[in-house]
């Protein structure tokens, strides 16, 4: 659901570069055709880069833009040193759940509730010693290619140090995370904040120290390699501060990633897995078993249904995957398809919360022919889903000690511009996002 951006790897069977979205859990090598799981994403706080786009030899020519656009003399390039400089990136959904009164003379003075969602892509520097004033990577990090932050990526620029502690960045984020929030329009009484799917990473953003002579006068900069653009002047002491800092130890390589990929294949019978990029559970079509990626491996879950192994295949059945935790009386159902929005996400996972779907195992015959929607959400997604549900009052806390997640495809019928489950519940067609 975020908008997010791509990453460039190898290719564990041919060595090609594979690009995919930064988010996704799978996909395919366009030399070989393999199908690649990647994994490692799940984990937060790993190491990216943006390659610089303005060459050393182009910064001349950027010098004496930037130099016309401000009026100074024409500057006489003396060194130009690129570096990447680190900043935090945290991303994920701020959800705010409000109850108060409308304000006003309005006469309606009954209490509401509000829920209020935006999606979060922040950064803030990583690095103390040189400020970057103002600058931010901001959205352009999502058109750009990243690639990992490793010493074969980075080529021969170093690495500002990261000097700000992740804690302190975490601490941050506890209040910036929900700035610029919808105003909800009431006098609000009661206010509760979630921070959904939320995940950190290190994003090195390439800058390049340029020193320039103007007649006697000696003028440092820092410039902006990927859009160009000064992003401010620096003092002497602040240059030899960051010279230092770029010959320290840990300036030649930022540290080891975990992001890796490998083959998608069925550990069961050896078939082909789908390469679908933005999925959490793939279906073997050969063996019928579900499988997810976990601490790198790719390992079973319970899949269940909630079909009925009698009735007549039927084209407008569609079956939509929920995360199931079974408790001794009730049992906790969140979809796990992926809708357009969190504030929708909520609203189904309020209203399925304690369905009764049956959950059975799925007989091998049907199995075979079952083309299950997406399962979009990871369980874990699931989880923080249903802490938001619990947490606005809406309903009472899921406890999770002792019960595990399996997966239940239950039977939706296509009815107008709804699908709709067996209890007559309805999912709108158009919050789906994937054409039926
Ligand atoms: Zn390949
Ligand atoms: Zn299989």
Not at 25 to 42: E, F, N, Q, S, V
Not at 338 to 352: C, G, I, M, Q, T
């Amino acid at each position: 659901m975020n908008r997010s951006c791509y990453v460039s790897h190898h290719c564990p069977q041919c060595g090609g570069e594979v690009v995919f979205d930064q988010e996704a859990t799978g996909t395919r090598c366009r030399y070989c055709g393999a199908g690649l799981m990647i994994t490692g994403t799940g984990a937060t706080w790993l190491n990216f880069l943006i390659k610089p786009i303005i060459s050393v030899r182009e910064t001349a020519h950027e010098v004496t833009c930037i130099a016309m656009k401000n009026g100074w003399k024409p500057p006489l390039l003396r060194s130009v040193l690129p570096f990447y400089f680190p900043f935090y990136r945290t991303t994920g959904h701020a959800l705010k759940w409000v109850s108060g009164r409308k304000a006003g003379l309005d006469m309606d003075k009954t209490l509401q509730e509000r829920l209020l969602t935006r999606p979060v892509d922040l950064m803030r520097p990583a690095h103390t010693d040189l400020s970057p004033g103002l600058f931010s990577p901001g959205y352009r990090v999502q058109s750009l290619h990243l690639f990992l932050a490793t010493r074969e990526n980075g080529g021969k620029m170093p690495f500002a140090p990261i000097q700000r502690d992740k804690e302190s960045h975490s601490k941050k984020m506890e209040e910036d995370f929900f700035d610029g929030m919808p105003d909800p329009g009431l006098k609000v009484t009661e206010e509760r904040r979630f921070r959904l799917w939320e995940k950190n990473s290190i994003l090195f953003f390439p800058f390049s120290l340029v020193e320039v002579r103007e007649g006697t006068n000696v003028r440092l900069m820092l410039i902006d390699t990927v859009g160009g653009g000064l992003i401010r002047q620096l003092k002497h002491e602040e240059m030899e501060k960051l010279l230092d800092n770029l010959g320290l130890k840990e300036s030649r390589s930022p540290g080891e990633t975990r992001l890796k990929l490998a083959p998608l294949i069925c550990p069961e019978c050896a078939g082909e897995l789908d390469p679908d990029p933005l999925v959490h559970l793939r279906f073997c079509r050969s063996c019928a078993k579900g499988w997810e990626a976990r601490r790198g491996v790719l390992q079973e879950r319970e899949c269940l249904w909630a079909g009925d192994p009698d009735s007549r295949e039927d084209p407008s059945t569609i079956f939509l995957p929920f995360w199931l935790r079974r408790g001794k009386e009730k049992s906790l159902f969140i979809p796990a398809f992926n809708v357009r929005s969190p504030r929708l996400l909520f609203n189904l996972s309020a209203r399925y919360y304690h369905a009764d779907f049956p959950a059975r195992p799925i007989p091998y015959h049907n199995r075979m022919s079952l083309k299950p929607f997406p399962v979009g959400l990871p369980p874990d997604g699931a989880d923080e889903m249903a802490d938001v549900v619990a947490g606005t009052g809406s309903k009472k806390p899921f406890p999770r000690k002792g019960t595990s997640q399996s997966l239940v495809l239950v039977p939706f019928r296509r009815m107008g511009p709804d699908l709709v489950g067996p209890r007559g519940l309805a999912v709108p067609i158009s919050s789906l996002g994937v054409k039926i």
